[in-house]
């Protein structure tokens, strides 16, 4: 049932926010220079590796550690990458004038519709995590948060988005997987819409 969701709604909302997404993609090509869309590499559901798309919100960079690492790596040289490899901060200087405004109202990832689509994520679950961002978790937290397919939105963004602890963003991930189902996966929706509307949670 939540799989026929996903494809419904990631179809509509294709279809419904055309104009939308047109206009955002406007707006980077007009406020700097590089592809529309970042793509970077993601873990998915069994540990399934796939490309995330999102809209561009900072400076292009192709020198830029991505998060990929070999499997064949030790935990010790993925914890070095590791060490190198850090997610984007609000006052992060690299970040677009356009790119502050879809960072905050997550207009940066409606183009993982595309991702729904193709069945690499769903509309809720855990967010994805790069490849080297294991070595953050406990073994069996990592292969349980990849039981499901990874979300726009999740459990864990409902609680506090960017202000949730990682420790809690765990919990709450776990507690999603374990805890599945049609009608939580459509209260997580109805809540994240909530948010964003009311613009509560953002950075």
């Known amino acids: 049932m939540i799989l026929f969701f996903d494809k419904l709604i990631a ?15 406007v707006l980077i090509i007009i406020d700097s220079k590089g ?11 069994n540990l399934k590796i796939f490309r995330i798309y999102k809209f561009r919100s900072m400076t292009h960079s ?15 040289e993925k914890q070095k990458l590791r060490e190198n490899f850090q997610t984007t901060g609000t006052n992060d200087s690299r970040i677009t004038k356009i790119g502050k405004f879809i960072r905050k109202t997550s207009l940066d990832e409606l183009p993982q519709i595309l991702n729904v689509l193709y ?5 809720v679950g855990p967010r994805p995590d790069t490849p080297v961002q294991e070595v953050d978790y406990k073994p069996e937290q990592w292969k349980q948060r990849h039981q499901v397919r990874p979300g726009i939105t999740g459990l864990a963004q409902v609680s506090g988005r960017s202000n949730i602890t990682f420790e809690n963003r765990i919990n ?8 599945k189902s049609t009608l939580l996966y459509l209260r997580i ?13 953002t950075n």
């Open 62 to 76: 192709t020198s830029r550690f991505t998060g990929e690492v070999s499997e064949n790596l030790s935990t010790e």
């Open 35 to 45: 592809p529309i869309f970042f793509r970077q590499v993601r873990v998915g559901r």
């Open 119 to 123: 069945g690499d994520m769903s509309i």
């Open 172 to 179: 709450a991930d776990l507690e999603y997987v374990k805890n």
């Open 11 to 25: 179809f509509f909302a294709l279809i419904l926010l055309s104009p939308l997404l047109i206009i955002v993609a």
């Open 189 to 201: 929706i109805f809540l994240t819409f909530y948010q964003v509307v009311s613009n509560k949670g």
